[in-house]
């Protein structure tokens, strides 16, 4: 157990014993504008807590699963073009809220998701 006890948890607690993506709740420096080449750079931080770890609200909790592999394909989606730039869409600072993610289609995390994938699903 860390620093925290089970009881002492008031949020979150359903998902305590899942593997969690998490991302920082302050995007990466340049609001989601594209670089130099082109690819826009939308988190400064992605990864995965396994389950009894948990995190403070400097981060957020983008998916929360029984199975690694879910987060794992999570973290696939999340490096997408399509995913950064409907990211992007709702970034009007450096913070990522719960409402940034928006117009991000909620996917079955079966499929590791790529950008060919996406773009077969969406017509595009």
Not at 49 to 70: D, N
Request: proline share 4%.
């Amino acid at each position: 157990e860390g620093p925290f006890k089970r009881k002492d948890v008031t949020t979150g607690v359903d998902m305590i014993d899942l593997w969690k993506v998490i991302t920082s709740y302050v995007g990466y420096d340049h609001a989601g504008s594209p670089g130099k080449d082109g690819r826009r750079r939308v988190f400064s931080k992605i990864d995965i807590l396994p389950p009894k770890i948990i995190c403070t609200e400097t981060y957020l909790v983008v998916g929360a699963y029984k199975k690694e592999a879910h987060a794992k394909n999570l973290i696939s989606y999340m490096k997408t073009r399509l995913f950064r730039f409907l990211v992007a869409q709702f970034m009007y600072s450096h913070h990522i809220t719960k409402d940034s993610y928006l117009f991000v289609p909620l996917l079955e995390m079966d499929t590791k998701w790529s950008d060919e994938l996406l773009y077969e699903r969406y017509g595009l």
